[in-house]
């Protein structure tokens, strides 16, 4: 019962900074990407941010819980399909630079805290090869390989909760604090 209501209070506090963020940046602009898979850029962000509350909060340890969601809903936020995006000449591969292309492009429109910039830059570890320097930057870097894996190999990952997330991005918000709600990660 505890772990139900900490998965509802995490769906929920990841769907109200979804909405600020779609405010001040229009984040649902990472839906037109696929990343792996079938999942989308954005739909992969809230699964990481989902997943890396679940470990920090079932390990019992403290952390920033608003820096730790706007970091891991931004931390994919580069706004391109990898699978065809043509690089600069001398540009390194999309693994290695994609974490700054994101913190560009979320710090051209928001302000972040250091937090959030360590999340978004170092999510890439051990691929590149500068680890997170925070709790809330490891959580999400270990949540993002569980995600891809998933979301490689799964038929249908986050149907519920993609349908769920957008139906509130559409609405601006109306479907949250409904107690009918699925706001679980899976499915
Ligand atoms: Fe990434
Ligand atoms: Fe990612």
């Not at 649902?28 to 997943?51: E, P, Q």
């Not at 920090?56 to 931004?74: E, Q, V």
């Not at 065809?84 to 972040?112: I, P, S, W, Y």
């Not at 995600?147 to 038929?155: P, R, V």
């Amino acid at each position: 019962m505890e772990d139900m209501k900490n998965a509802l209070i995490r769906a929920n506090r990841v769907g109200l900074e979804l909405l600020d963020l779609e405010r001040r940046l229009t984040i649902s602009r990472a839906d037109a990407f696929v990343v792996h898979g079938d999942t989308t850029c954005l739909m992969h962000c809230i699964g990481v941010a989902l997943v890396a509350m679940a470990i920090l909060d079932g390990l019992r340890l403290r952390y920033d819980r608003r820096s730790l969601i706007r970091g891991a809903l931004l931390h994919d936020f580069y706004l391109y399909d990898w699978h065809t995006h043509k690089r600069a000449q001398g540009e390194r591969m999309h693994a290695f630079t994609h974490g700054a292309a994101a913190l560009r492009n979320a710090e051209a429109e928001v302000d972040l805290t250091p937090v959030e910039r360590d999340v978004i830059l170092r999510h890439m570890f051990p691929v590149t090869l500068t680890p997170p320097r925070t709790r809330e930057g490891l959580a999400v870097t270990l949540a993002d390989k569980l995600c891809a894996l998933y979301e490689t190999f799964s038929g249908a990952p986050y149907k519920k909760t993609a349908a769920l997330y957008r139906r509130c991005l559409n609405r601006g918000g109306s479907d949250y604090g409904r107690s009918d709600g699925d706001y679980s990660h899976q499915g």
